[in-house]
């Protein structure tokens, strides 16, 4: 990817620089203005069918048993496993954390939801809408794929910011499934994202996988400029790419089975 103004001459670049850290200097704009300058909101994307409503699930998990509490808020941020079942998701795990900012300001937003939702490893939904299809060959390979419910797999979870409005998950990296096997479209792996915020009753958006280590990412990488959700919400090359995120092994060693990620969400104010 090419460098920000790779096209402008030192000059000019030191001279924009000077005059914008001038103007922080004068009080002009404050640390946090500036800093709302230099990110771009998170683009929307589509809620999809599979959302876990009550009742459309095909296996109802619920690790908080409250009733009060919708389907969808149940399970906590670890989704590679299930309280009271002895057994892992299949698939590679990934860690994804990050911070919720607020576009206009620049600063994190404390005491947000997040809910999280996938298909599983094999690219199937725990929703009664996902029917159909529940076989296919790789595009590549020719292998048969059989998308297959994982008991093992959450398939969904909840969390909250912290006072700095940070977040985490652990989950899998979910499977591409077709959508139409006779005009070659599938949709990239991929997850799904409804934020509440005080400052925002819901925004809705999807995220994808990049990375060595992440299975099928060449394919993926295909994929993406074709899909169908990317194409629906009218995204740029540059907005599509700032709805990826890139995947690597932990350079601490800490964590030696995941794959780590990290995203802010920008909310338009």
């Known amino acids: 990817m090419p460098l920000p ?3 402008v001459s030192r000059r000019t670049i030191l001279t924009r620089s000077a005059g914008f850290f001038g103007l922080i200097m004068s009080g002009f704009f404050t640390s946090a203005s500036f800093a709302a300058l230099l990110i771009k909101p998170t683009p929307r994307q589509a809620l ?5 409503d009550d009742g459309d699930e095909v296996n109802s998990i619920r690790e908080n048993p409250d009733p009060n509490l919708p389907i969808s808020q149940a399970n906590d941020q670890d989704l590679t496993f299930v309280k009271g079942l002895k057994g892992k998701a299949q698939g ?9 900012l607020d576009e206009k300001s620049g600063q994190p937003i404390p005491d947000t939801t997040l809910i ?4 599983s490893a094999s690219g199937r939904y725990n929703h009664k809408g996902d029917e159909g299809t529940y076989s296919f060959p790789h595009p590549k390979t020719g292998k048969m794929i059989h998308r297959t419910h994982d008991p093992y797999f959450q398939y969904w979870g909840k969390a909250v910011t912290n006072q700095q409005g940070e977040y985490w998950f652990k989950t899998i990296v979910p499977g591409f499934y077709p959508i139409d096997l006779k ?3 599938f949709r990239p792996s991929h997850l799904h994202f409804k934020i509440l915020s005080p400052k925002t009753p819901s925004f809705v958006t999807q995220l994808y996988f990049r990375g060595d280590h992440i299975p099928n990412n060449a394919l993926n990488q295909e994929l993406l400029p074709k899909d169908v959700v990317i194409l629906d919400a009218g995204l740029t090359p540059e907005e599509q790419e700032r709805v990826i995120v890139d995947y690597a092994p932990d350079p601490s060693g800490k964590m030696k089975d995941e794959l ?3 995203y802010n969400f920008v909310i338009p104010g």
Do not use: D, E, R, T
């Not at 999280?116 to 298909?119: K, V």
């Open 260 to 262: 780590v990620g990290h």
């Open 48 to 52: 999809g069918p599979f959302f876990p």
């Open 5 to 7: 103004f790779a096209h």
């Open 183 to 185: 005009s070659g479209l």
């Open 116 to 119: 999280m939702w996938s298909a």
């Open 92 to 100: 590679q795990m990934v860690y994804l954390s990050g911070k919720i």
